[in-house]
């Protein structure tokens, strides 16, 4: 699996000491894992805020649009597509100065899938995860399966799929997510995010009625930032997960270089708001 890998030219004092924190970035159908950084703008913040960032590229001999089958049975279980990602991240680990308790994983539409997928197989080296316009985890086996999930989300397998990862693990950690999504996404529409959250609270050994801190941002001027609504769920004190729906916002990376497909101009920034809920957490 081709991959690139990059590291910051300042290195914080923290990490001298005690490794670089990482973000494995999972880049969306028909697109590069290039595309998916320059997209995002991702290493500009990595280099200010003193991480590394990998991005593993799903083959055309695999998926002829670069698509990640988080979809497929073998995948969602923990084989599939996972493996060759986790040989690239056990390779990264080995071979640089990575603080193993600072794992945290990230992407976009079949990538949040993944990077989803990567957080419940390998919840002892990912910390948090980071999902945007992503489908809802464990349903729609297939590609005409995938289609209705992104349309309609799991329905009821929604909450069996994570109840199946909880019996296979009973001392399954908590897994920190941040989830971001726009409400004028036609591809993979916002009914997953809020099954996402629902799974999310399930995971995390919250009520599903569990009450969020809710905070709108209004839109900005001249149109450089959505509307959006946050909300935030706390166990105890501890914020486990956080959800952006984001007005106007179609099926793109809020925040990102417009130059490039699948990225949106306006704000608000998801990079930043991804490496900052991140910091929040380790493992």
Not at 127 to 154: D, E, R
Request: proline share 5%; hydrophobic share 40%; charged share 20%.
């Amino acid at each position: 699996m081709s991959y690139w890998l990059y590291l910051p030219q300042t290195v914080p004092e923290e990490a001298l000491r005690d490794g670089l924190p990482l973000v494995l970035m999972l880049h969306g159908c028909q697109q590069t894992a290039t595309e998916f950084a320059q997209g995002t703008r991702m290493n500009l913040l990595a280099e200010k805020k003193g991480y590394a960032v990998l991005y593993p590229q799903q083959s055309t001999s695999v998926h002829a649009h670069r698509c990640w089958r988080w979809f497929d049975r073998a995948t969602q279980a923990g084989g599939g597509d996972v493996q060759p990602v986790a040989t690239v991240l056990a390779k990264v680990l080995r071979q640089y100065p990575i603080d193993r308790q600072r794992v945290y994983a990230c992407g976009i539409s079949a990538g949040a899938g993944m990077a989803n997928i990567m957080a419940l197989s390998y919840p002892d080296i990912i910390a948090a995860v980071g999902l945007h316009s992503g489908p809802v985890f464990g349903a729609g086996n297939g590609a005409i399966g995938a289609l209705g999930v992104m349309q309609h989300g799991g329905g009821a397998r929604s909450a069996e799929a994570i109840r199946e990862v909880l019996m296979r693990r009973a001392d399954f950690p908590t897994m920190p997510t941040i989830l971001i999504h726009g409400a004028a996404d036609s591809v993979v529409r916002s009914v997953n995010q809020g099954q996402l959250v629902q799974q999310s609270l399930l995971l995390n050994g919250l009520p599903a009625d569990t009450a969020p801190r809710i905070r709108i941002e209004p839109a900005g001027r001249r149109g450089n930032r959505n509307g959006h609504v946050i909300r935030d769920y706390y166990l105890g004190r501890k914020l486990v997960v956080r959800e952006a729906h984001i007005d106007a916002l179609e099926h793109a990376w809020s925040g990102g270089d417009e130059r490039l497909a699948f990225n949106a101009k306006a704000g608000p920034d998801a990079s930043r708001m991804m490496l900052a809920f991140f910091a929040k957490h380790r493992r």
